[in-house]
């Protein structure tokens, strides 16, 4: 377990609709990142957070967005979704920024019919 | 973009071989990290590696930077079933314009056939 919450653990839509991945980080963490991971596919880097603050952005889509909130629990957001949007989408938390190991959540499975 | 590319892409072995895989960066780290992914579970870190060629061992794995900070390598040495697993190089590129996101490797799926 490592310490890292994220909900829903699986999640069927369909395609046009928007939908909501929660993340909690690990106690004390600050930053947080979103990756997306297809079939097959490695880790895809959309966004990070830390402290509440954007840090970095990746190749997120338009139709994404997010944000990390006080307490330092994050959202992200996925509208008008397409078929092409399923995925499993992992959220991984790190103490600092730049040179510290992440630890990832177990990962939202977002199936697009 | 920075890319990170990694070799081989499947890798099957008979329990008790070794194995390697290459993660090549096309622009010059500044670290880079190595996670393993079990199948159906989620990245967990396994090391990070900082200066030009370091080379760390954890028990069977061995890690290496290469000198020019664009390469990278794991090696595990008499592979056991619990190795099974993907593994994913990531690393940080040097320059300020990417500095801050860490850009993971397709990985390498390893298969232990007892």
């Known amino acids: 377990d490592s310490g890292v919450t994220q909900t829903p653990k699986h999640l069927i839509t369909a395609t046009g609709q928007r939908v909501t991945l929660r993340c909690s980080p690990r106690?004390?963490?600050?930053?947080v990142y979103w990756y997306q991971q297809s079939l097959d596919q490695g880790l895809q880097f959309l966004i990070q957070?830390?402290?509440?603050?954007?840090?970095a952005k990746g190749n997120i889509l338009e139709r994404f967005s997010a944000q990390q909130f006080p307490d330092l629990h994050s959202e992200l957001n996925l509208s008008s979704l397409e078929l092409g949007d399923s995925a499993l989408y992992f959220c991984a938390s790190s103490a600092g920024t730049e040179n510290y190991e992440q630890y990832f959540g177990p990962g939202t499975r977002l199936t697009v019919t | 973009g920075q890319q990170v590319m990694q070799i081989p892409q499947y890798q099957h072995v008979q329990e008790g071989e070794d194995f390697t895989t290459y993660c090549n960066s096309s622009?010059?780290?500044?670290?880079i990290q190595w996670y393993k992914q079990r199948p159906g579970g989620h990245p967990v870190f396994l090391i990070q590696l900082v200066k030009s060629g370091e080379v760390k061992k954890q028990k069977r794995l061995t890690f290496q930077f290469g000198e020019a900070k664009k390469n990278s390598s794991l090696h595990i040495t008499a592979t056991q079933t619990t190795d099974v697993g993907t593994y994913f190089c990531?690393?940080?590129?040097?320059?300020?314009?990417?500095?801050?996101?860490?850009?993971f490797g397709s990985g390498t799926q390893l298969t232990v056939l007892p």
């Open positions: 106690s004390g963490d600050l930053s």
């Open positions: 990531a690393g940080r590129a040097i320059s300020s314009g990417s500095a801050r996101q860490l850009t």
């Open positions: 622009t010059t780290l500044s670290n």
């Open positions: 957070y830390y402290n509440g603050e954007e840090r």
